[in-house]
């Protein structure tokens, strides 16, 4: 068994959001995101795999398919389906949150 404790040693950096990959596998993937104020993760999506997030400190605004921003923060789950665009932004406070992708150990 391995652990990590998702908000010890945050790394937040200046220009651009920063995506720390914390396990990565033949079969998905888990990064963690840490995004200052003001900073954002232009609409993408994963094609070939579904997309799960979860909140774990701030509040920020993310976006599916619709396009459509909704204020989440700490706890929240958000699913996205292979292939659905989404993005997120931070607002007004630092924002950090999980993603989890399964068969998407290509994905960058």
Known sequence: MKSLQLLEQ????????YA??????KVGRVLRFTL???QQ???HNAPDSPVYLVVLKGRGLFAGGDGQEQAFGPNAL???DPGENHSIRAVAEELVFIAI????????
């Open 10 to 17: 945050l790394e937040f950096h200046n220009k651009n959001p």
């Open 20 to 25: 720390e990959p914390l396990h990565v596998d």
């Open 36 to 38: 200052k104020p003001g």
């Open 41 to 43: 993760v232009i609409e």
């Open 78 to 80: 958000l699913i996205f």
């Open 101 to 108: 992708l399964h068969g998407a150990s290509n994905w960058n």
